[in-house]
């Protein structure tokens, strides 16, 4: 995560990820994103005619999951329409079994300083 990181290896990061976000890939990458966009609209509208409950956080994961998976990697996931996506599958699957256990992700954010001790 970039914005836990301090000093030198916050240079070094932001060094590597600064010519992926130039202003001519961004315009390259909103009509993607406007596409999943009006994708994630249709499979939201259709799962509240289904349920009157509607899980957002797992069409929110989803929906992440699609634009950095066409803009990162060029590649169509389309988790939106297929939950059981393999690509999606592999990235919560790598996300769970980090070594802090099921809330590794939120611990490293939330007390970073802790976490290097504990590693």
Not at 53 to 73: N, P, Q, Y
Request: aromatic share 12%.
């Amino acid at each position: 995560m970039l914005f836990n990181l301090e000093g030198n290896k916050w240079r070094h990061m932001r060094n590597k990820l600064s010519p992926t976000f130039t202003s001519g890939k961004m315009k390259l990458m909103f009509p993607i994103i406007v596409s999943i966009s009006e994708e994630f609209v249709q499979v939201f509208a259709q799962a509240a005619q289904v349920n009157e409950v509607v899980e957002v956080s797992d069409l929110m994961a989803r929906f992440t999951t699609d634009v950095i998976g066409s803009c990162a990697f060029g590649l169509d996931i389309s988790s939106l329409r297929d939950p059981d996506n393999k690509f999606r599958l592999m990235g919560r699957k790598s996300l769970v079994q980090q070594r802090y256990g099921r809330f590794g992700i939120a611990f490293r954010n939330s007390f970073p300083q802790l976490a290097k001790s504990y590693a």
